[in-house]
């Protein structure tokens, strides 16, 4: 069983920083693609930060500059550091990871539970 747990979401006011951490844990044989996706009430998931296991990294235009996605794969875990945030910014925020559980699984999408990140004026 896998399970993605968020941590560090919490309420700010704009201009300031937050970290999130997102650990992985269960059966695990390999870790792919990791990320950070995010919602608001009456819209769609959307893509936040993505990192493969090169290290290579894509980031939604509305974040460039201001966030950084980062994951130590000795510890399955990844980060979001949130600098400059904005009330635009507020959402539920989703850690993503495509893994496979064990060598002969398909590799599929699993997800976190959430956190939520509420950015103040």
């Known amino acids: 069983q896998v399970q993605l747990v968020e941590s560090g979401g919490g309420f700010v006011q704009a201009g300031g920083s937050l970290r999130l951490s997102c650990s992985v844990s269960?059966?695990?044989?390999?870790?792919?693609?990791m990320g950070w996706y995010r919602q608001v009430p009456g819209k769609q998931r959307e893509l936040v930060a993505t990192i493969n296991s090169a290290g290579s990294t894509n980031y939604a235009d509305s974040v460039k500059g201001r966030f950084t996605i980062s994951r130590d794969n000795t510890k399955n875990t990844q980060y979001l550091q949130m600098n400059s945030l904005k009330p635009e910014d507020t959402a539920v925020y989703y850690c993503?990871?495509?893994?496979?559980?064990?060598?002969?699984?398909?590799?599929?999408?699993?997800w976190g539970q959430g956190t939520q990140v509420s950015v103040s004026s």
């Open positions: 269960g059966n695990i044989f390999s870790i792919y693609a």
């Open positions: 993503n990871a495509n893994l496979q559980p064990r060598w002969y699984d398909p590799g599929r999408d699993y």
